[in-house]
C-alpha cells in the first residue's frame, strides 16, 4: 500500500502555463520529496522539503507542505515540452521508509 | 548518469525461476534502498540496507530477498517467479540512512518480465 495519493492522475496543459498537482500523505515524516520519471526511466530527485520548512523554490517549482493537513503541493511554472512526464510525491517517514504516491502524469502540448 | 548502476538493464524469464538484480550505489553512499514498479500497485517499497545491515523492510514478499555486501554493492534475489513479479526494479542510494538536500539517487532501474 502507498502512503500518499496525488492529484489529479493527468494533467495536459499548453506550453507557457503553469501546472499545480497535489499530494496527501499519511503518517509522521522527515521531509518531502518530489520526483520526475520520463517514460519508463529512473526517476530523478527534483525537490526536497523538510518537516519544519512551509515553502520552497528551484528554478521554475515551487513546493509547499502543510503538515497539520499532511498535504504537499508542486507547481511549474512556465511548462515546456520538456516538463512532459510523470511526477511523484514521496515521503520520508520517520521509520526510514520513503513512501511514494500513484504520480500525476503531464502533458504539455506545444 | 546518476551514478547508481543497475545491472542487467532487462530480464526475461520463465515463471518458476530465480533471478539476482544487482545494484551499485553511488560513490560515497551507505544506504541502499529496492523499489518494485508496477502498473497496478505503483512504486512499491522493498527493503532498506545501511552499511550492510537490513534498516527497514516494506511489502517486500517472503520469495524476494536482499542483502548488501562489504563493498556496499546489494542484491535483490527473486525466487519462484509469477507472472505477477513482471516489473521494474529499482534501486537508490543515499549517503546515510536518510535523503540529504539532494534526496535519494535512482538507477535507472532493471525490467524484469516474467513469461
Known amino acids: 500500500s502507498q502512503q500518499g495519493e496525488e492529484d489529479p492522475q493527468a494533467l495536459s496543459i499548453q506550453e507557457g502555463e503553469n501546472a499545480t498537482m497535489n499530494c496527501s500523505y499519511k503518517?509522521?515524516?522527515?521531509?518531502l520529496q518530489w520526483y520526475r520519471q520520463n517514460s519508463g526511466r529512473g526517476l530523478v530527485h527534483l525537490i526536497l522539503i523538510r518537516s519544519n520548512e512551509r515553502e520552497k523554490h528551484s528554478g521554475r517549482l515551487r513546493v509547499t507542505l502543510d503538515t497539520s493537513k499532511k498535504s504537499s503541493s508542486l507547481l511549474i511554472t512556465a511548462s515546456r515540452a520538456a516538463d512532459t512526464a510523470s511526477y511523484f510525491c514521496a515521503s520520508d517517514m520517520v521509520d526510514y521508509k520513503l513512501s511514494f504516491g500513484a504520480g500525476t502524469t503531464v502533458t504539455v502540448r506545444a | 548518469d546518476s551514478g547508481v548502476t543497475q545491472t542487467p538493464k532487462h530480464l526475461i524469464t520463465a515463471t518458476g525461476q530465480r533471478v539476482t538484480l544487482r545494484c551499485s550505489p553511488r560513490s560515497g553512499d551507505l544506504s541502499v534502498y529496492w523499489y518494485q514498479q508496477s502498473l497496478d500497485q505503483g512504486l512499491q517499497f522493498l527493503i532498506q540496507y545501511y552499511n550492510g545491515e537490513e534498516r527497514a523492510k516494506g511489502n517486500i514478499l517472503e520469495r524476494f530477498s536482499a542483502q548488501q555486501f562489504p563493498d556496499l554493492h546489494s542484491e535483490l534475489n527473486l525466487s519462484s517467479l509469477e507472472l505477477g513479479d513482471s516489473a521494474l526494479y529499482f534501486c537508490?542510494?543515499?549517503?546515510?540512512?536518510?535523503?540529504?538536500?539532494?534526496?535519494?539517487?535512482f538507477g535507472s532501474g532493471t525490467r524484469l518480465t516474467v513469461v
Open positions: 503518517t509522521s515524516i522527515n521531509n
Open positions: 537508490a542510494s543515499s549517503t546515510r540512512g536518510q535523503a540529504g538536500s539532494y534526496g535519494y539517487t
